[in-house]
Every structure is written in C-alpha cells, then in structure tokens.
C-alpha cells in the first residue's frame, strides 16, 4: 500500500491508498486529512481501507469484464493513469511526476543515502526532499526532478516524434 500525500489550493492535504496487482492499481480510499499532526490514519479510514482492500482482492480473481459489481460496489477498468480516472486535473503531467519521483526515490534507496545526503547531491533542502519522500511533490516542476535524477546517477532521455492521433500525449518510459 502506498500513501500519496499532496495539498490544494486551501493547503489541506489528502491520501490516497492504492494497492497494486499484476492486473491494475485500486484506489482503495481518498480522504481529507485534518490534523497535520502525527501519520496515524483515523481507525474508520482504516475500516474503510480494509474493506475495499478485500473488494479489489476479489475483483483481481474474478476480473474479466470491462465493468463489474462487487458486494455492491461498481468497479471500472482504469485507463492507466490514476489522475486522469479520478479527474484530477493535470493528470498526465501529474503521472509524469509521480514516475519521476518513485524512480527518485528507489536512487535514493539504492544509494543507501540519509535525506541530507541526498538534498545535498541533487540540490534540493532535506525539508524538499522529506516532502517528496511522502508524496508532496507539487512544488517541484518536471525539470527540477529530472535534473534530480541525473544528479543520482540516471540518464534522461527525451524522444519527440510525430503523434499517431490528432493530439499527442507524454509517456514515461524506465528502463
């Protein structure tokens, strides 16, 4: 399960729980935090949490329709960005980050570098990258952690070509 942190324009912050199968992401729960204080979640939103994790345990083994009802519950097929499912807007741009910053974090991981040695190597303050380690990363253009990103050791590269539709679209590609 991953936690999503992220504020709004009010500087409240929500979550977001996913779990990931082989098949898909659920989002299991979505919710306005409202204490800043402590990283308990509220034992309903955990309630919450579990029953809808059990839901997607099943729809993972029964899953074979584009449209399902389960215990009540109608579940869709996501198109593949989270974001753009939920009508956030921005959405491609915001899956762009999100991929940016989960390869940023497992350099960091993989570098065995304490927050400090890692603001230091890519140039940001330890409170920046403590925020990104729990998912605010709104203050940080696509630049900014590409740029982090070849700070930790990683190669960008940037491939433009002519669309297949009408409109194009931006994908993140990890090798």
Not at 32 to 50: D, L
Not at 155 to 167: H, L, N
Request: glycine fraction near 8%; include cysteine.
């Amino acid at each position: 399960m991953l936690e999503i942190v992220g504020s709004d324009g009010g500087g409240t912050y929500r979550a977001v729980y996913t779990v990931r199968f082989p098949e898909a992401v659920f989002v299991l729960h979505c919710f306005q935090k409202k204490s800043k204080r402590g990283i308990e979640t509220p034992r309903e939103h955990v309630e919450i949490i579990r029953t809808r994790l059990r839901i997607a345990e099943q729809t993972v083994e029964e899953w074979r329709d584009e449209k399902k009802r389960v215990d009540g519950v109608e579940v869709l097929r996501g198109s593949g960005n989270v974001f753009a499912d939920l009508g956030v807007p921005d959405a491609q741009k915001l899956k762009i980050k999100t991929g940016l910053v989960i390869e940023i974090r497992r350099a960091i991981r993989r570098l065995d570098l304490t927050q400090k040695e890692a603001a230091t190597r890519m140039g940001l303050t330890q409170p920046k990258v403590s925020s990104m380690m729990r998912g605010d990363f709104s203050n940080l253009s696509e630049r900014k952690l590409m740029d982090c990103l070849t700070r930790l050791g990683y190669d960008i590269k940037i491939e433009v070509k002519p669309a297949k539709g009408a409109v194009g679209q931006m994908v993140l590609a990890v090798a």
